[in-house]
């Protein structure tokens, strides 16, 4: 049985946030033809969408693996080693903090909806799992990601070793502290009432990749046939 999210308050015992939320925004954009985080969706830059969703969800959000010229959206946390993808932008963004847990949401993915990253926290919190990562489909999904401050020297381990795979960092990481990487399946959450989408879209939607220019105008579509709904 799947336990509901509490309302007791996101802080540890010196009162400190115990979670907070980055953007990944450091991709090179080559499909897209132009800086993607700037994009419009919904009226407003991709970065700035995601920064909201972070913000609904309860979190404090930065921009992790940007440049600076995102800083107008929210504090940048730029790569010690840029060039490395998303995981290096991932352990710049955990050595930058002391919070316990932070949650990773990528510029392109403008159609998740808050709600899943309220669960995935709240399981994280209430599990202990280094990594909670969510399915659709059956198919285990790399972002968004919960992860345990603790598993930044893991990461960086993969990362400085050429391997800067997400997803098999992740499971490397988990297995090294004799866990399984958490994967919670998006349409059960749905089920039990956990996880809704404000326009109803359909879960398989959720992950549209908005990486082209057709893939925006079909995340716009879907937005569009949802609100109108």
């Known amino acids: ?10 802080f540890d015992s010196m009162g400190q946030a115990d979670a907070l939320g980055f953007v990944l925004a450091g991709g090179h954009s080559s499909r897209m033809g ?5 994009e419009l969706f919904a009226g407003q830059p991709l970065v700035a969408h995601a920064v909201s969703v972070l913000r609904q969800a309860g979190l404090t959000a930065s921009i992790a693996g940007a440049r600076s010229l995102l800083a107008a959206f929210a504090p940048v946390v730029e790569d010690s080693q840029p060039g490395m993808g998303p995981l290096g932008g991932i352990c710049a963004a955990l050595a930058s903090t002391s ?6 949401l990528p510029v392109d993915l403008p159609l998740l909806p808050a709600s899943l990253l309220v669960f995935l926290l709240h399981h994280a919190r209430t599990t202990g799992s280094a990594v909670t990562l969510c399915s659709v489909n059956g198919f285990a999904q790399s972002f968004p990601a919960v992860l345990r401050r603790e598993i930044l020297p893991l990461l960086q381990s993969e990362l400085e070793a050429g391997r800067g795979g997400c ?3 992740f499971q490397a990481a988990a297995a090294s502290l004799g866990q399984p990487v958490s994967v919670l399946p998006v349409e059960l959450l ?3 009432g956990h996880v809704a989408h404000p326009g109803d879209l359909i879960a398989a939607r959720w992950f549209l990749n908005v990486n082209a220019p057709e893939d925006l105008r079909r995340a716009e579509a879907a937005r569009f046939s949802a609100s109108a709904a």
């Open 34 to 38: 132009a800086d993607k985080a700037l």
């Open 190 to 192: 749905i089920q039990s």
């Open 167 to 169: 997803y098999s960092a």
């Open 1 to 10: 049985m799947l336990d509901s999210p509490t309302k007791s308050g996101p």
């Open 99 to 104: 919070a316990c847990l932070s949650v990773f």
